[in-house]
């Protein structure tokens, strides 16, 4: 987080990590799911801001000097809209990597909300944001779908009955019928 900060990204303030204790700057403001189920933000400009904040991260080379900062968990309930802007929360996952693979999980996340595999408020409604999303962003989120698939299976946050959906997910980044 204090990598990306340095180079600009909104992220809130490090003051302090140690061992596993990590202190930071309190934002203030909703999360942009709650912000979209308010009614606050329409369809487009979440995707707009999503693409935007995968955009700028993915313009930032990693620290190790291969690929760019990935986040690897960029989804709107990790999204803080502040009035210093749109600012990403929750990089546990973050490191270097390749955008595309970044690109497709967040894809993947959102398609997993829109079939009704992740039970959350916005619903259906993720998959307006994910082809919306799709539509706005450069580069190739399908190329490494079936690796972010594998990587997804393998967090501990996926019950049973998630990673049985994630082919039909997938198929819904994809824009296919379920298997
Ligand atoms: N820096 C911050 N300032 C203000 N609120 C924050 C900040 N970081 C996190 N939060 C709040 O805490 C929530 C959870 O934070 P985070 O996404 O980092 O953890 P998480 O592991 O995803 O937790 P959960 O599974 O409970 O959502 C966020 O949705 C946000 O409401
Ligand atoms: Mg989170």
């Known amino acids: 987080m204090t990598y990306a900060a340095s180079l600009g990204y909104p992220v809130p303030r490090i003051y302090r990590a140690d061992g596993p204790d990590l202190v930071m700057e309190r934002l203030v403001g909703q999360t942009m ?16 801001i999503m693409a935007d904040l995968l955009r ?32 990403v929360i929750d990089w546990r996952n973050a490191g270097d990597g390749d ?3 970044d690109t ?16 959350h408020e916005v619903g259906a409604d993720a998959g307006i944001l994910l082809d ?15 690796e972010v698939v594998a990587f997804r299976a393998g967090q501990w946050t996926m019950s049973p009955e998630e990673l049985a959906d994630l082919p039909a997910a997938a198929a819904r980044v994809r824009g296919l019928p379920p298997p």
């Not at 009614?39 to 707009?48: F, M, R, V």
């Not at 190790?64 to 309930?77: A, E, F, M, Q």
């Open 33 to 48: 799911a709650a912000a979209y189920l308010d009614g606050k933000l329409a369809p487009d400009e979440a995707a707009s």
């Open 56 to 87: 700028r991260l993915h313009a930032l080379p990693g620290r190790g000097g291969t690929g760019s900062i990935v986040h690897l968990d960029l989804h709107p309930d990790n999204i803080l809209l502040t009035d210093r802007g749109p600012m």
């Open 99 to 101: 955008p595309d693979f």
């Open 104 to 119: 497709a999980l967040t894809a993947l996340i959102l398609a997993q909300v829109a079939i009704g595999s992740i039970a």
């Open 132 to 146: 919306r999303l799709l539509e706005l962003m450069p580069g190739d989120p399908i190329a490494r779908l079936d």
